[in-house]
Each structure stands twice: as structure tokens, then as C-alpha cells.
């Protein structure tokens, strides 16, 4: 990204979205302290924040933060006294970094990527599926506690409980900073690959704040995504997730208006798709069904695939969509997926089908205080000439809706049906 038009506060923040994860990783690499690691990226956040404005922003803005940390590392392990193969290690490493941005992803084999090095570690078997998922969350995606409970429909509290315990049971670990290989490394790719998926969720659909989408997640996700392909090529849902993503991604262009507002699918350009987006998609997702193994993300796909091969909302073939939604229940038989399920039976049986499917939802605690069960709700009462309802439902939905611009849809639909 060139941050050469932003001011110095504004790349400052462009920078540290972009950086944060490969920087914690780096510094987690050398000092084996996830809390120290945290507190040295945030020191040289903060010397960002006051030396670029009076400075101006460095050619190589990541490596800058790099050697800051680098160097308030050393300062801490000569107060330490702990001086000996940590600070060699160290001032080797800073050496190299003097006049070059670091190489990532150099070596894959080794983990040199420290993104993924930093996900690996962050999926360590001593935690539980859903604190490894809030840590990485939070040291990878850069989402806050509230995206993340958003993310996994449980209150702001509990993931901050999570996140503690789980920094917690690690620093408990002989080694918990050592990266897996071999069997070990393949018993994390399922939390991995919930990560990740989880990382482009949020950036295809924002839960809060003033932006629609968060593309810069949407692409970490994707890089990310590559990278656990590379890393397990003979791995069905790893190329299913990586699929649906680029499916999905397709979309991007066309999902927001001139003004950054929502574009419903129904209301999409789908000359926008992106059409290198939808090919490599489907190569992935051509790949998956060849291995031994394909499960929900690899379904998701398939869905995904429908919609990028339909010319229209009407050309659609909603019964196979509804047909691969019974599937996915099956598989995953979460809240989430049986809202989506009766959607799709609302376009494929008829709206009422859709409502009655819905209505079976309405006493599930994790959809409660979700805007999406009114939303859902409200569009198929719509559909039913049923505008009354359909008001309450989309201004219901608004209230609970933490993103401004859904928020602002939701709003207007209600507003039509006054």
C-alpha cells in the first residue's frame, strides 16, 4: 500500500492495521512473551504516533516499527540482565533489518511467515477451540472483544475472559511459543482454518463501525488462506475455505454503492464480479471435491459457486442452494446456518415455508439480541404482504444492528413499508 497521500496519523493507523500481526509475530519469535511481545508493538506504535507527524512516514514504514521494537527489546533484557543469546539474537536480527523491509514469507517449510507462526501458536492444543479462536482473533485480525463476541454471538465479557485464560494457559506451557510440525501441526488446522474464516467473515461484512466491508481483513484472511494451502495441499476443507473466500470476495466490488452504502445481492451489478476471483475459486473448490474429506467450508463453497454461476436472483437454482443448506445443518446444525437454511427455503418453497422455518428460531438464545433473525424476519413478511409486521421487524432489526451503514438499510426498508 503506498501511504505516501495520507497524513502522518492516518498512515500511522493504515500501518499499524497492516503490520501489527507480522510485527506481535516477529517479536513472539524472539522473546517466547506473548504479553511482552504485545507491549513492545504498542511502544513502537507509540513512537510512531509521535515521531512521524514531526518526521514524516518512513520509506518502509513496517521495518521501522520492526527495528523500534527490535530495540526497546534489547533495553528490556539489559534491564533484565538477560543479556546473553536473547540479546545476540536480537541485535542480529536488527542488523539485517537496518536497510531491508523482513522476508515473511521466505521459507514456508520453516513457518518464517510469522503470521502464520503466530496463528499456529495461537492455536495451541492446551487452550479450548473457542479461546484459541478470540486469541487469534485479537492478535491476528486486530478485531476488539466486542467484534469478536459479535463474531461468536456471546457477550463482550466472556471473550475477555477467554482471551485472559488463554494467555494465561499458555505462559503455564514448557514451550508454548515453539511452532508445531508434522501430526501435531495437522491437529491445529481445524482451529486454523476456523480463524481464518472467521478473520474474513468480519472483513465481508463488518459488525460494527461505519464501513460495510473491511477489505484489509478480507485479503489478510485470503493471504492466510494460501498460505495453510501451500502448507497442507493434500487438506479438503483447507482449499474449500480458500474457495469459498474467493467466491465470496468476488462480490467485493459490487456489494457497496459510490457511496459505501450496502448493495443487496438481489440488487448487485454481477457484471462487477470479480470474474479471476470466481475461476480461482472454482479451481479450488474442483480441488477440495477431489480430496477425502470435504465438510461444511467446501459446502459453503458449493453454495457460493451457485450464486457466481447464476446470471440473476431469478436464474438462480435456489432448490440445489436449499438442498446444500439441509447438508450444511446436518454437518453444523448452529443457529447461523439454520437462519440461512430457511432463507434459501424462502427463495426456493415459497416465503411462507421460509417464515415458518424462521419462526423455529425466534427462543434461540444466540440469535435473541442478533439483528440478523428480524432482518430475515422482515423481509419475508415483506414478501407476504405483510408490511406492517415487516416494518416492525426491519426497525426492530435496526436497533439491534451495530453496523451504521446495515443499520441505515434497515432503516429505509422500514421507511418503504410506512
Not at 514531526?54 to 516499527?65: D, F, Q, R, S, T
Not at 454437518?331 to 426456493?348: E, K
Request: contains cysteine.
Amino acid at each position: 500500500m503506498d501511504y505516501a497521500d495520507l497524513d502522518a496519523h492516518a498512515a500511522v493507523t493504515a500501518v499499524w492495521k497492516a503490520e501489527s500481526p507480522r510485527l506481535v509475530g516477529s517479536l513472539l519469535r524472539t522473546t517466547r512473551d506473548l504479553d511482552l511481545a504485545e507491549d513492545l508493538a504498542h511502544d513502537a506504535l507509540v513512537a510512531a504516533l509521535e515521531q512521524w507527524p514531526a518526521h514524516g512516514v518512513p520509506a518502509n514504514p513496517g521495518a521501522w516499527l520492526t527495528q523500534v521494537a527490535r530495540r526497546r527489546a534489547i533495553d528490556h533484557f539489559r534491564r533484565a540482565q538477560v543479556r546473553v543469546r536473547v540479546e545476540d539474537r536480537l541485535g542480529r536480527d536488527l542488523a539485517e533489518e537496518e536497510t531491508a523491509v523482513p522476508d515473511f514469507a521466505a521459507a514456508l517449510d520453516h513457518v518464517e511467515d510469522d503470521v502464520l507462526r503466530l496463528m499456529l501458536v495461537s492455536c495451541h492444543p492446551a487452550l479450548t477451540p473457542e479461546s484459541q479462536v478470540a486469541l487469534t482473533l485479537r492478535l491476528l485480525g486486530g478485531l476488539s472483544s466486542k467484534e469478536i463476541a459479535r463474531a461468536f454471538m456471546v457477550p463482550e465479557p466472556t471473550v475477555v475472559r477467554r482471551i485472559t485464560r488463554a494467555k494465561r494457559a499458555l505462559g503455564e506451557q514448557l514451550d508454548p511459543y515453539e511452532v508445531p510440525d508434522g501430526q501435531e501441526r495437522a491437529r491445529r488446522l481445524p482451529a486454523v482454518l476456523h480463524v481464518i474464516y472467521l478473520i474474513f467473515t468480519e472483513g465481508y461484512a463488518a459488525t460494527a463501525g461505519d464501513h460495510w466491508m473491511r477489505s484489509a481483513l478480507c485479503d489478510e484472511a485470503l493471504r492466510l488462506g494460501r498460505l495453510v494451502v501451500d502448507m497442507f495441499p493434500a487438506d479438503a476443507e483447507a482449499h474449500g475455505l480458500l474457495a469459498l473466500m474467493e467466491l465470496q470476495a468476488s462480490r467485493a466490488d459490487a456489494r457497496v454503492d459510490d457511496d459505501g452504502d450496502p448493495v443487496l445481492l438481489a440488487d448487485q451489478d454481477r457484471t462487477a464480479w470479480d470474474q479471476a476471483a470466481i475461476r480461482r475459486g472454482l479451481e479450488s473448490l474442483g480441488r477440495a471435491l477431489t480430496l477425502p474429506g470435504p465438510g461444511a467450508y467446501s459446502v459453503q463453497a458449493a453454495i457460493a459457486a451457485t450464486h457466481a454461476r447464476s446470471a440473476s436472483m431469478e436464474a438462480t437454482d435456489w432448490p440445489r442452494i436449499a438442498g446444500l443448506y439441509d447438508t450444511l445443518a446436518g454437518m453444523t446444525p448452529n443457529p447461523a446456518v439454520r437462519l440461512n437454511r430457511a432463507v434459501a427455503h424462502g427463495m426456493a418453497d415459497g416465503p411462507a415455508v421460509g417464515l415458518a422455518l424462521v419462526d423455529e428460531l425466534v427462543d434461540e438464545p444466540a440469535l435473541r439480541e442478533n439483528h440478523l433473525l428480524p432482518s430475515v424476519r422482515g423481509d419475508l413478511l415483506a414478501k407476504l404482504e405483510r408490511g406492517a409486521e415487516a416494518r416492525l421487524e426491519f426497525e426492530r432489526a435496526a436497533a439491534l444492528a451495530r453496523n451504521e451503514r446495515e443499520r441505515a438499510l434497515l432503516l429505509r426498508r422500514a421507511a418503504e413499508l410506512a
